[in-house]
């Protein structure tokens, strides 16, 4: 399944963004829609579900959390709101019959000033564990991005999240790798993929400065076939930042200030067509 980030499309998901990004995400040769659910209390859901009834689409949603929802934090309060956060999060993808919730959901999405506390890694797998009890009772997969150090501290590599999701003891969390964080972080692009094996729940697909792909420096050739090597069978989700389209909360913690493209059609075209080739390319040569 091959997906696409609703920020190629919009940075508005009432019901006519929401709409005119799954009619975008469809007509350029994607398969799923993730959106971006930051404030899940905002979020329309009825507005979404009358558009998913015009035009029906597997949806997955990505957030992370903020400071005052930190669930590594010091302070209970925040604690208790970042796991009631989640917690609407997984009712809203409920609502829209989704099966995934993916990305930075074990801390603040932001450039920490210092390291994860061992009081703050542990309040963040408790909070987790039982998150996960209620994703299972949805039929909802948790996923825990693993991104770059400028963006969480609790892990930025594939084998720091093993070491954290073995401790937590749920194999029901999964790993959401991403290309972009990868080529930053790890010491190459296929040895981390087989490392996590069917850990691997869910993928973001980036170019090294977040454009369009195959223009930047991320190896994907060795990436997909190592996601071919392990059987991945789960989405594969593009993910591109532009100032084109701006949500101000995301873009500024993702640090988006200049323009890598400006006609998200064409953008969003291309990737399709390049994740697809590519897979089909690691297909013929695949020893299974
Ligand atoms: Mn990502």
Redesign the pocket.
Known sequence: MIGCHGLVWTGQFDEQGFGGAVERTLGAGFDLLEIPLLDPYAFDVAGAQRALARHPVPVAA?LGLGDDSDISSADPQKVRAGEQLLNKALDVLADLESQYLV?VLYGVLKKYPGPATAAGRASSQDVLGRVSERAASLGITLAL?I?NRYEANMFNTVRGALTYLDELGDPRIKL?V?T??MNIEEPDMFSPVLEAGDRVGYV?I?ESHRGYLGSGTVDFDSFFRALDRIGYEGPITF?SFSTTVVDETLSRSLAIWRNLWDDSDDLGAHAAAFIRNTRRAVDTISLH
């Open positions: 990505s990305g991005e991104v959401h991403d972009y964080h973001h980036g993910e």
